[in-house]
């Protein structure tokens, strides 16, 4: 069992940045591919992010391309998502999420064994 908790949203401006952090407990966070995902009201929940064991690769989804960036803390059992340039649209509940099988791709809600309980992220025009 892996117990994942986020931390760091709350409401910002555009154009202004955000560093949310998940923190994990439970058996060994570096056997678990990591990732972030939101969700919007009334949408369906969304990839946003992902990174795997090692950390020597990552994955984004096109809307936030060069604006977030993944990492991770394996010696800390933490991975984090930094927003920079944030954009209304990027308002959402944001998730982490912890996954050990390879059957689907690191963009896939079915990639991810557990879940955190998400950080409401809200940015203002």
């Known amino acids: 069992q892996v117990q994942l908790v986020e931390s760091g949203g709350g409401l910002v401006q555009a154009g202004g940045s955000l560093r949310l952090s998940c923190a994990a407990s439970?058996?060994?966070?570096?056997?678990?591919?990591a990732g972030w995902f939101r969700q919007a009201p009334g949408k369906e929940r969304e990839f946003v992010a992902a990174?795997?064991?090692?950390?020597?690769?990552?994955y984004y989804a096109d809307s936030v391309k060069g604006r977030f960036t993944i990492s991770r803390d394996n010696a800390k059992n933490t991975v984090n998502l930094l927003m920079n340039s944030l954009k209304p649209e990027d308002t959402a509940v944001y998730y982490c999420?912890?996954?050990?099988?390879?059957?689907?791709?690191?963009?896939?809600?079915?990639?991810?064994?557990?879940w955190g309980q998400g950080t409401q992220v809200t940015v203002s025009s």
């Open positions: 999420a912890a996954g050990s099988g390879y059957a689907y791709s690191p963009l896939r809600t079915q990639r991810y064994d557990y």
């Open positions: 439970g058996r060994t966070f570096s056997s678990y591919t």
């Open positions: 990174i795997v064991r090692s950390g020597e690769s990552t």
